[in-house]
């Protein structure tokens, strides 16, 4: 046993020192490792009115009006986006019963409104709007004139899409 005891000994010792040694072999020399990382952000956009809903009554059309404020339109998006508004009845009055037309011009944060067909696109942003959104001002003009006695009406629609 005791010239047994040096053997173990030297066995040990040699498979201590090949276990500390084989896993330094297989070890790299990177200074540095990539951790991927990844996440998103749905887009999120809302477009809102001052009046809720409320509807713009003149009563006498007759007399006409300039820049009149109809609403101021919150605009607020996350990602790109584009605002569009369109018309019931092509930015003009309707006369319930006689169909008259009483044409009308809008104006959207001081810039007017050209309509095709009852549409027109007039926010195109390609960057979103920060975090508080911007408000913008919805006016309206029309021509004093002399209209068939009826009552009157149309319905702008604001729309905001994200890109």
Known sequence: MARLLP????????????????PAAHATNNNNVSIPLAG????????????????????DLTAGAVNILIGTIIEDCNAGYLVALTTTNNANFKGSVSGTLVPYTLAYSGVPVFFVRGFAIVTLNFR????????????ISFSPGYYVADSYSDTVTVTIVSK
């Open 128 to 139: 979103g709007t920060g975090k508080s959104g911007v408000s913008k001002p919805l006016t």
């Open 40 to 59: 998103s952000v749905i887009s999120s956009c809302y477009v809102a009115d001052n009046t809720n809903g409320a509807t713009t009554v003149f009563p």
């Open 7 to 22: 053997r173990l000994r030297r066995s040990a010792g040699i498979g201590l020192t090949l276990a500390f040694l084989a």
